[in-house]
Structures are given as structure tokens and as C-alpha cells.
């Protein structure tokens, strides 16, 4: 439908995603139907929360592996800095973790990229009248996954494990003393049933945990 026949009040929709060809096939895509109006494009999840005070989206469309701060990151965020606008985490990454993570940040729903324009429409519609819109085969797995056995704190470490990062690189970034990172990174592997760090990380990022 043209433009000018759209509603009077259509959804205004921020949309982040890093991958710029699929920024804006979602936004062209989302663009065609009549009661939706995409606001603002980002690219970065540390550009997330200025764009929303600057565009004041009823909806935030977001990415979980964004760069400068993840989408799940930026949804808690949003959560505090713009309260009215709700969160739809959507991802090429269907992880239980992920799921119950993107809920404790108060997303109002998870989709994973494989489903049609025509559904994710209409989760945006849902979401917007407070409805909390979750993949069914996600929710089945989450249910049955349990919960992240990782604190706040251990995710913490091994997320600065990343890129080779010394003890003494994470203890800086952190602000904590080597020997409390060590015992940090000493938890997080015996809670992964790995045998280092970066065994660690991988396997807590395949359940999503981190």
C-alpha cells in the first residue's frame, strides 16, 4: 500500500542489525505493510538506546550479535532508558540461553530470522498491545535446557576472554584483582565441564549463556 494511505498511527520500529544487506531487506520489507513505519536503522548495539530517545520507537527490532553491545545487552538498556518501547530480540541464533537471557532483559519476544516477513509483522503488532511473542519450538527447548548455571560475574570473565586477553588483561578490564579472574575463570570452566577458557567460552556461548 502507498505511504500516503497508511494509518493514521502506524508502528514506529527501530531495527538494528549489523549485516547491512539484511538491515535493509527487513527494512524494505517491513516498509510494504501499511500500519508499519521503520524509524531508524542502526548498526551497532551501542548506537541502540541514543537512536530510540532520538526516534521514540514503539517497537526495537534487534540482532543479539551486534558489535560495540550485544542486542540482549541493549534490550536491559532499553528497559531503563525508554520504558515505552518494546523489545523483539531476532536472530539467527536459536539458544535456550539466549531466550531466557533476552526475558530477564525484558524482551517482550524471540524470533528467529528463518520465518516470514508476514509473522514477524505480525509479532511486531502482538508485542505492541503487550503480548509476549516467543518461537514455540525455542520456548519447547528452553523449558527443558534449565537454567545458566553462570553468575553475572563468571560470564563477565570469560566474555573478556575473548581475542587472547591475559588474566591480567581481563583483571584490568574488570577491575578486579588476577587471583579473584582466576577463580572466576577456575568456576566458569568446572561449571562447563571444559578443560580451559576458551573451551569455556565456546561451549557456554553454544548454550547461549553468554
Sequence with gaps: MPRDHRPAKSVRVLLAEDQGMMRGALALLLGLEADIDVVAQVGRGDQIVDAALTSRPDVALLD?????????????????????????????FGRPGYLRRAMEAGAAGFLVKDGPVEELA????????????????????????????????????????VDGATVADIAETLHLSESTVRNYLSSAIGKTGTRNRMEAVRAARQQGWL
Excluded: F, K, W, Y
Excluded at 67 to 90: F, H, N
Design 122 to 161: 505480525q509479532a511486531i503488532r502482538r508485542v505492541l498491545t503487550g503480548e509476549t511473542v516467543v518461537d514455540p519450538a525455542l520456548a519447547a527447548a528452553a523449558l527443558g535446557a534449565g537454567p545458566n548455571p553462570l553468575t553475572a560475574r563468571e560470564r563477565d570473565a570469560l566474555g573478556a576472554s
Design 64 to 92: 543479539i550479535e551486534l558489535p560495540g553491545c550485544s542486542g540482549l545487552d541493549a534490550a536491559a538498556d532499553l528497559a531503563r532508558e525508554v520504558p515505552d518501547c518494546r523489545v523483539l530480540i531476532l536472530t539467527t
